[in-house]
């Protein structure tokens, strides 16, 4: 088992520059959930999906952040425009077989907007 | 929606003593606890768990328990070792939605 798999590991880019972050789940597993994590809000949902259809979007901070998941095996972030306060850490979980599952994080994507 | 509380934000021991941390959550519908260990630049990795049916749940020296009623759960680590130093979340599911604490930074002195 891969485990869930994230890229890139680490972005670098200049304010108002469009950024995507991909993600692959583990295999068989039909929830993914995005999350961002900094030291001041801690770790926050941004959004999950289920069977790769949006369930909850509410944790998404502002129309500039958007996701996908057109396959089982893929989902993105997108971010556009970005802004320096976007810099975080960001997280894909998957889990699978129903509510009362545990999530499996990926490695995260460190994200610096300058 | 759901609401957690997570007590203490830090904790130091001495190595080979116990540390306890606690959660509360708000809503009453919540059924699934994990808990979560992340090491210093490291992903979140699901250490135990506990459903709302069970009260107590143990493995090794992990243990955690359940208190429905006044809606709180407890993380219990025995014998702390300095390998368990890491930041430690609490979490609270109602469906398919989890909503994690704020995190206890665990210190293990040697």
């Known amino acids: 088992d891969a485990g869930v798999i994230q890229s890139p590991r680490h972005e670098v880019t200049e304010m108002g520059q469009e950024v995507t972050l991909r993600c692959k789940p583990i295999s068989g597993h039909n929830s993914l959930f995005w999350y961002r994590q900094t030291m001041m809000r801690g770790l926050e949902l941004l959004i999950y999906?289920?069977?790769?259809?949006?369930?909850?979007d509410s944790g998404m901070p502002e129309d500039r952040f958007s996701a996908k998941m057109p396959n089982a095996s893929f989902s993105t972030l997108k971010i556009q425009p970005s802004e320096p306060r976007d810099s975080a850490v960001y997280f894909c979980?998957?889990?699978?077989?129903?509510?009362?599952?545990?999530?499996?994080f990926g490695d995260g994507t460190r994200l610096s907007i300058l | 929606g759901e609401n957690v509380e997570q007590h203490p934000s830090t904790l130091s021991v001495q190595e080979g003593d116990s540390a306890v941390i606690k959660c509360t959550y708000s809503?009453?519908?919540?059924?699934?606890f994990p808990w979560y260990k992340q090491e210093l630049g490291k992903r979140p990795q699901l250490i135990i768990d506990?459903?709302?049916?069970?009260g107590e749940k143990k493995d090794q020296r992990i243990a955690v328990t359940l208190n429905k009623t006044a809606k709180h759960f407890s993380l219990h680590i025995t014998e702390t070792q300095p390998e368990d130093s890491a930041v430690y979340f609490c979490?609270?599911?109602?469906?398919?939605?989890?909503?994690f604490g704020a995190g206890t930074r665990l210190f293990v002195k040697a």
């Open positions: 999906f289920n069977n790769n259809v949006p369930i909850d």
């Open positions: 809503d009453s519908a919540s059924n699934y």
């Open positions: 506990i459903r709302s049916n069970v």
């Open positions: 979980a998957s889990s699978g077989g129903g509510f009362i599952q545990p999530q499996h």
């Open positions: 979490a609270a599911s109602v469906g398919f939605k989890t909503i």
